[in-house]
């Protein structure tokens, strides 16, 4: 075991817990059973986390309420917006709905094309993993392919910038935050993470023969807390918060976890999210810091300037 292995592992046991939830999006999925309940809800809620902590379950919350008017289920709501009697019901309950760039009209459309999705392949995971294959190293091709489904389904470059604001993608060269937080929710297993996709999952029987997501092929979410820490941990230089730098950061941790390798990012997020974490060096709150021994910045040799908290990228 490296050492930055052994340090992130303490991280993990300190942070990775269930009753931190409270604090992520995630929670919102864990209030639903239903694997296609979950498959809508972890959808929005990771597609809207973006901003302030608090305004994104103010959202998030919202939009489920609304839901909730017009049908039992949030899959029950996601079925029917192929229907145009349902979508002019819902057009009317999400005609005040806003999130910062996104209004009722881009989260209707977004689900209009998971609708979509479902009705051509079953599920939103039998859509991505069809181009997924076993060998494939990341996810990077799968999620491409599908964003250029749904731009191309949503009219292309005509569609809302609020949707496309949905809709970003690797070969943009954004660091594609929410989708690839929303694939960690998918492609792992454990007290924290869900794991819809993963094999043996109650999902997997809608993918295609021998097609499911491994935590191997995922790649790092990247807000603004995970790229400030993974660079006092030196897992990258670039300061950019972007593909690359997701690839990089993805890569610097298969050298702690070769085959889980975002399994770290639930951990590292809250250390920025709870505000642990102040971006200068602090005596009384560096010396507790599990990773201290490898971050430059806990050292007290390299002090950084403090950012701005709260604060979710795309």
């Known amino acids: 075991m490296t050492p930055l292995a052994t340090f992130l592992d303490r991280l993990v046991l300190q942070y990775h817990r269930r009753e931190l939830l409270n604090s992520d999006p995630l929670e919102f999925m864990t209030r639903y059973p239903d694997p296609y309940d979950q498959e809508v809800v972890g959808l929005i809620a990771a597609l809207l986390a973006y901003g302030n902590v608090v305004q994104i379950r103010r959202s998030v919350s919202s939009a489920l309420e609304r839901m909730a008017l017009l049908a ?5 709501f996601a079925g029917q917006m192929e229907s ?3 979508r002019k019901k819902a057009e009317r309950e999400f005609q005040s709905w806003v999130h910062r760039f996104n209004t009722g009209a881009d989260l209707l459309k977004l689900l209009g094309l998971l609708s979509r999705s479902w009705s051509t392949y079953g599920t939103l995971g039998a859509h991505f993993t069809k181009n997924l294959a076993p060998a494939d190293k990341d996810i990077s091709g799968a999620l491409n392919l599908l964003i250029a489904d749904w731009s191309a389904w949503s009219g292309g470059a005509s569609a809302t910038p609020g949707l496309r604001f949905f809709l970003t993608a690797p070969a943009s060269g954004s ?20 794991g819809l996709w993963t094999q043996g999952s109650a999902l997997c029987t ?14 790092m979410p990247m807000d603004t807390h995970v790229s400030r820490i993974s660079r006092y941990l030196r897992l990258t230089e670039r300061k950019a918060t ?8 993805t890569s610097a941790l298969r050298g702690a976890d070769p085959q889980d390798p975002v399994r770290y990012d639930f951990a ?8 642990v974490c102040t971006g200068k060096y ?4 560096c010396k507790n810091c599990q990773i201290r021994p490898v971050c430059h ?7 950084v300037k403090r950012k701005k908290f709260g604060e979710l990228t795309s």
């Open 84 to 86: 145009p009697a349902f």
């Open 297 to 303: 910045v806990g050292s007290g040799k390299n002090p």
């Open 206 to 219: 809608t993918f295609p023969a021998g097609r499911f997501l491994a935590p191997h092929q995922l790649i």
């Open 268 to 275: 590292l997020s809250r250390l920025g999210i709870l505000d």
């Open 282 to 285: 602090l005596a009384e709150i």
């Open 175 to 194: 660091c594609c935050k929410r989708w690839c937080m929303f694939l960690r929710w998918m492609g792992r297993s454990d007290s924290i993470d869900p």
């Open 72 to 76: 039992e289920r949030p899959a029950d």
């Open 242 to 249: 972007d593909w690359k730098t997701a690839l990089e950061v």
